[in-house]
């Protein structure tokens, strides 16, 4: 027994020396690149999500799963494409227009002619309404509106258009109705008892790029749709799986991915200076800022002026630089500012700056006429208590770690706040989010507020007495106003601007707002937000660009993808 | 006969605490799926706050009394029935794991081997040349490779010989669109498909291979070194036999049962060191779905890759045991008398 087993680990032992040297010896087909094909630029080379796992082909455009890099867009698209980038754009889609009637109780929405599905089936107002009544009966509604109840009902009217009936008068709606949701046929989905099991293997849509082939768990390729509405000038879209940005960012140096929402901490040398003439990247969009929240319905944050002269104290611009390799850039004050340039009221010019702006010794004189006292450098409230703050973030989230101990470090430096700071588990951290108890009575946290078409989303989700929720109590429509705020004024002008299509009436509302917003200071704006936005011109054009920002860069943003998708060239 | 049966026992409990913890374990953790995707759809949800919403029932699976969910979770496991992947969602585990487990045991087999048979072969050579140069260097040189860790080698080789000289694909299995050819006993054979697979593995393999080459080249030369001392060594070089032929026949099989019950064991681990260089060069093995599914809180899968690592680790050890008992009788027996 023993002869024998040592006699064959020997041979062995001889052939896996060679078998080695053979394996280090380059082969001829190593030196290929793994996504050669797409010479010419027939295939654009991308991914939208870094976390690239998928195993069967799932292309189902209701659930956010599996293979969905491109589902939303690519496959299925929206009625029209609205979105914030480049200062607010709408792109006519698969609907040409829309007409409010009966007293702005409904919207009619009229629909291009001569689409057809990927399956060569005409498309018209029966699908669409479909969709919206499928999504409600089957608990699918990417919209939220027709769960919600604020849809009444939704009916086809001839053939190119559809009426979507409103239980009140609700006008700021039109993008999560025009824009969030993905149309899907009525022939194929009828037949789907339970969507949510519903894997759609072969997927029919709209969308430019529709026939799944040669899939597998490392790579697919979604091939045109050969009666897709728009003249299209490439042959599809390869989608490479990635989960670490360092396999990323490797194929993406080597030339070998056109587009891709990655991040990369020294971008100009790591990314552009491999290929300046071709290697592009652009972090820093117009966005709503990142947000410090207080408990504000805890003393003494439940001060604005507190607030306001921590907004004083903060240097912006050392987050941005510090913390996120200028990607983010300072925010100011209000923060409306960066999103909606054509909204700001310039009458509060001079209040803006004096909040953006640092300056300790005039926040400390704010702070000193409402009663506040100092000890030995340490802030005392009007009632004796020091003033304390416990900022906290998730473990590992390491630019805004940066942040809050630059924060703390700040506040504690130039108000004498016992600012202190904790990193802790993330989902530790996003419960104590979800139940506004941030840790503790004066804990602060980062967040972001929501964002629409017009302002009023904006200002609704950390203003309104409809977004409020108390400590430990169940949250309205998605995760906001984490800092408890909200005002009986600024709710009854967003009640009032969502029953107007009077922009004039709209810009008024938002002014005032603005002044609430500025006087009070629910959250306190850090830095803007980055996306992270990664193209190279080497095969393809006509990505967005700083300049020309027509949609957002980033493959996961519908349905700006869609819009992108078909404004692209092969070079 | 009592010592197998004593081992076996002993495997059953293990078994049976490794397949607990794993019940238990994910569900000590804080978090749950539907808020990782609330992470990853962040950017989304601010502009669609409702896209996750019909997901919402779906993973809300953690309620209801645990004895229960315990007991449901053995019977599942007895089916090997690991339930849907949520990350993945509504693929099933299984699926994945059948996509997935070719990949890292083809991985982690070849690299072990390899290792196995350049770091006994190098061992014995050292140990034969003992002190001289050759040894002086090779010997520090793989412990040096050895003391970092696998990943890093792993990065290190990715950016110098994928990316500045090129040579190897940077990640993947194989080449997108090659097809893997015709079928025969299950395997696929055609040309095109193995040169690529091999050129894929090249990466991936050099850096499992640095990182435990150190292990083997030490163990085997000690051992060596004890048995060169042994008199039908120095008898069999007394007969002037050649220095292969001593050193082969003679010397290294005897030092080499510590090693095969290591190459055992290392295959038992090999799938956790996996992990990291999966990652790495984006291969679709089992390592690359647990960090996806470790990040999304993706339990079923998870639940399924640890019992996977676990039975191989167990199985790994079970087959050291009994080789030892085989190749040595003098295990069994001093154990069973005892």
């Known amino acids: 027994m023993r002869t024998r087993l040592s006699a064959v680990a020997m041979r062995a032992g001889i052939v896996g020396l060679f078998a080695c040297s053979f394996a280090v010896v380059p082969m001829t087909t190593g030196t290929v690149s793994a996504t050669p094909a797409h010479a010419g630029g027939k295939y654009l080379v991308s991914f939208a999500n870094l976390s690239g796992a998928w195993t069967t082909e799932n292309f189902n455009p209701l659930i956010p799963s599996g293979a969905d890099d491109f589902t939303r867009g690519a496959i299925y698209e929206p009625l029209m494409v609205i979105t914030q980038a480049g200062g607010g754009r709408t792109y006519k889609w698969l609907a040409t227009g829309t007409r ?7 919207l009619i929405v009229s629909l291009r002619h001569h689409v057809r599905w990927s399956d060569g089936k005409p498309f018209t107002s029966k699908d669409v309404a479909f969709t919206f009544n499928y999504g409600k009966s089957h608990n699918v509604d990417l919209s939220g509106l027709m769960v919600s109840g604020q849809i009444t009902s939704v009916k086809p009217q001839g053939k190119y258009a559809v009426r979507f009936n409103f239980k009140t008068v609700d006008t700021v709606v039109l993008q999560q109705l025009l824009s969030a949701v993905c149309i899907i046929p009525e ?38 749709n050969k009666y897709y509405w728009q003249k299209l000038h490439y042959a599809g879209i390869r989608v490479p799986a990635f989960n670490s940005n360092t396999s990323a960012l490797a194929s993406m140096v080597k030339g070998q991915v056109d587009w891709a929402p990655v991040y990369i901490p020294d971008a100009k040398k790591a990314w552009v200076d491999v290929n300046p003439k071709y ?18 319905q805890a003393y003494p944050y439940s001060l604005p002026v507190l607030r306001q002269a921590v907004s004083m104290s903060i240097k912006r611009g050392a987050l941005s630089v510090k913390a996120e390799n200028g990607y983010e850039k300072p925010a100011r004050a209000l923060g409306l500012s960066y999103l909606y340039p054509n909204w700001v009221d310039h009458s509060l010019d001079k209040l803006n700056n004096k909040l953006s702006t640092f300056n300790p010794k005039a926040a400390k004189k704010m702070l000193r006429k409402a009663h506040f006292k100092w ?23 390491s630019d805004w770690q940066v942040q809050l101990q630059i924060l703390a470090k700040s506040l504690s430096h130039s108000l004498g706040i016992n600012a202190t700071y904790d990193f802790i588990d993330v989902n530790t951290w996003l419960a104590d989010r979800s139940s506004r108890t941030m840790g503790g009575k004066y804990g602060a946290l980062f967040g972001t507020e929501s964002s629409g078409q017009t302002p009023y989303q904006y200002f609704w989700s950390f203003m309104s007495k409809e977004s409020y929720f108390p400590v430990n109590g169940q949250i309205p429509g998605g995760s906001w106003n984490i800092e408890g705020w909200y005002n009986n004024q600024a709710t009854k002008l967003l009640r009032q601007f969502r029953q107007t299509t009077n922009r004039k009436l709209q810009h008024r509302i938002v002014n005032q707002l603005q002044k609430i917003d500025l006087q009070n200071l629910p959250v ?7 996306q992270w936005y990664t193209w190279s011109t080497q095969h393809f054009v006509g990505f967005p660009t700083a300049k020309n920002y027509y949609a957002y860069g980033p493959g996961y943003s519908y349905p700006d993808v869609v819009k992108v998708l078909t404004s692209l060239r092969p070079r | 006969m009592k010592y197998l049966a004593r081992r076996f026992g002993f495997y059953l409990l293990a078994f049976w605490v490794a397949v607990t913890l794993n019940f238990l374990l994910p569900r000590l953790e804080p978090g749950n799926p539907l808020q990782y995707l609330q992470i990853r759809y962040q950017a989304q949800l601010q502009q669609n706050p409702h896209l996750l919403d019909p997901l919402k029932p779906v993973f809300d699976t953690q309620h209801g009394n645990i004895l229960i969910q315990y007991v449901q979770y053995l019977v599942n496991l007895a089916h ?18 059948a996509s997935a487990l070719p990949w890292s045991l083809f991985l982690a087999g070849s690299s072990a081997i390899l290792a196995f048979l350049l770091g006994t072969t190098l061992g014995v050579v050292v140990a034969w040349w003992r002190g001289k140069p050759f040894d002086l260097t090779v010997t520090p040189l793989t412990m040096f490779t050895q003391s970092f860790p696998a990943f890093f080698g792993a990065m290190l080789i990715l950016y110098f010989v994928g990316v500045e000289a090129g040579w190897f694909p940077l990640n993947h299995a194989y080449d997108y669109g090659v097809q893997p050819g015709p079928y025969i006993f299950g ?8 040169t690529s697979v091999f050129s894929h593995a090249a990466m991936p393999v050099a850096a499992l291979l640095i990182s435990s080459l150190g292990g083997w080249l030490l163990g085997m030369r000690s051992v ?37 019950t290591s190459l055992a064991i290392t295959l038992g681990y090999a799938l956790t060191s996996l992990v990291l260089i999966e990652t790495v060069f984006s291969y679709p093995g089992l390592g690359y779905q647990l960090v996806n599914a470790v990040l999304a809180r993706d339990y079923p899968l998870m639940q399924a890759l640890f019992f996977i690592i676990a039975v191989a680790m167990l199985i790994a050890n079970l087959i050291a045991d009994l080789t030892y008992s085989l190749l040595d009788p003098r295990v069994g027996v001093r154990s069973g008398a005892r």
């Not at chain 1, 306190?524 to 980055?530: D, F, K, L, S």
């Not at chain 2, 070089?237 to 001593?246: C, D, Q």
């Open chain 1, 100 to 106: 409010w009637t009966n007293h702005k109780r409904t």
């Open chain 1, 187 to 224: 022939h194929i989905w009828k037949n789907v008892k339970n969507p949510l099991t519903f894997a759609n293997s072969h997927p029919v849509g709209t969308g430019p790029f529709t026939q799944v082939r040669d899939f597998t768990s490392q790579e697919y390729t979604l091939a045109r």
């Open chain 1, 279 to 296: 290697y592009h990247y652009f972090y820093s969009p117009p966005t709503t800022p990142l947000d410090m929240m207080f408990n504000d």
């Open chain 1, 375 to 397: 000890h030995h450098g340490k802030l005392y409230d009007p009632k004796g208590k020091r003033v304390s703050l416990h900022l906290i973030c998730p473990a590992g989230w």
């Open chain 1, 524 to 530: 306190i704006t850090t830095v803007t937000q980055a």
């Open chain 2, 80 to 97: 090997l029935n690991f339930g849907v992947s949520f990350s993945q969602y509504p693929a099933s585990v299984n699926t994945i794991i």
């Open chain 2, 187 to 194: 395997l696929p054979w055609s040309w095109n498909f193995i």
């Open chain 2, 224 to 260: 060596m070194i004890n048995t060169l001392s042994e008199d039908y060594v120095t008898m069999a070089e007394a007969k002037g036999l050649s220095t292969l032929r001593v050193m082969f026949m003679y010397a290294a099989r005897n030092a080499l049962l510590p090693q095969v």
